[in-house]
């Protein structure tokens, strides 16, 4: 299974997005509103990037960068494909790797290219616009329901006995920190969903899926709370105690819903990858239009 804890390469991508939305937004207000206090006009000051009007248009200064350099990021992500559908490639790395990486240019695709509309938005602009965020949240969505599916370090699919197997050992373990603590009464806090799950329709379960996800997030903190005030324990124990819990609850949980989780993927790979094409079908004639219109002069 997968690590629970939030990885580096997360932080890093997240710090990324969230400094480029900061920069993005403080430029597109002084640029439309107070040029003078533009980062790319302090910038001219220095001899900077003087090539790039400070023009809050589409097609003009950085904005334009940002368009082209959005859509290069949109085309890059499509390696993933790649890498999956040809066995030729199966040494270029783990595709979980790949599948992080079609997932953050994807995002900071969408994201440049949002700012490089600079919120003009109409006909075959318009349509592109938001076919490509209607993209961008189904890939989002199609992640989430696929960390829902356990795997082995290999990337292969775990099924309800490696599942099981790994639950007693998370146990296991969890028993060996908690020591005189009861915390088979406190995990029943934990909602893991039982096997019922698997005859509701999927809207219905995935809507389950994130309430229970979100909720159980809650419930840790709660549990982390107990541990501090009623049985005392150090921090770096009750730590390691929520750690193992939210692994447990995890694979039960998605055990249980192991067979919704391949039907939702199965579904949702029939809507992604359509809305896929039809978005790059879109942003390829939007640049055909550019040139034909003495865009690129």
């Known amino acids: 299974m997968k690590k629970s804890g939030i990885s580096n390469w997360f932080i890093v991508a997240v710090s990324i997005f969230m400094i ?12 439309k509103y107070k040029p003078q206090d533009s980062i790319v006009n302090a910038l001219h000051a220095y ?4 090539e790039y009007q400070v023009r809050y248009e589409p097609s003009k200064g950085i904005w334009h960068i940002l368009g ?3 859509s290069a990021f949109m085309v890059t992500m499509m390696l993933y494909s790649v890498r999956k559908r040809f066995s030729m490639f199966a040494h270029w790395g783990a595709l979980r790797h ?7 240019l994807g995002i900071m695709g969408a994201l440049l290219v949002t700012l490089h509309t600079t919120f003009k938005l109409g006909g075959i602009v ?19 329901i696929y960390i829902q599916i356990p795997q082995n370090v290999a990337g292969t699919d775990l099924q309800v006995n490696e599942i099981n197997k790994m639950v007693e050992d998370v146990d ?3 028993r060996e920190r908690s020591g005189n603590v009861d915390i088979s009464a406190l995990f029943k806090e934990i909602d893991v969903v039982d096997e019922r799950v698997k005859d509701l329709n999927l809207f219905n379960a995935l809507y389950l899926m994130v309430k229970t996800d979100v909720i159980n997030r809650f419930k840790l903190l709660h549990i982390n709370e107990v541990l501090k ?6 921090r770096s124990i009750r730590k390691q105690i929520v750690l193992f819990m939210s692994k447990k609850a995890a694979l039960i949980r998605r055990r249980n819903f192991l067979s919704t989780s391949h039907r939702l993927l199965r579904y949702w790979h029939v ?4 809305l896929a094409i039809v978005m790059f079908i879109i942003m390829f004639l939007h640049v055909g239009v550019y040139f034909l219109l003495g865009g690129g002069n």
């Open 68 to 70: 082209w350099t959005g």
């Open 47 to 50: 001899g900077y990037l003087k």
């Open 172 to 174: 296991n373990k969890l």
């Open 271 to 274: 809507l992604h990858v359509p």
């Open 229 to 234: 005030t009623e049985h005392h324990l150090s």
């Open 98 to 104: 790949w599948l992080s990486a079609h997932i953050f």
């Open 126 to 144: 318009a349509t592109s616009f938001w076919s490509m965020i209607i993209t961008v949240i189904f890939g989002i969505l199609g992640r989430y």
């Open 20 to 31: 480029t939305i900061s920069i993005g937004t403080y430029e597109s207000v002084t640029e």
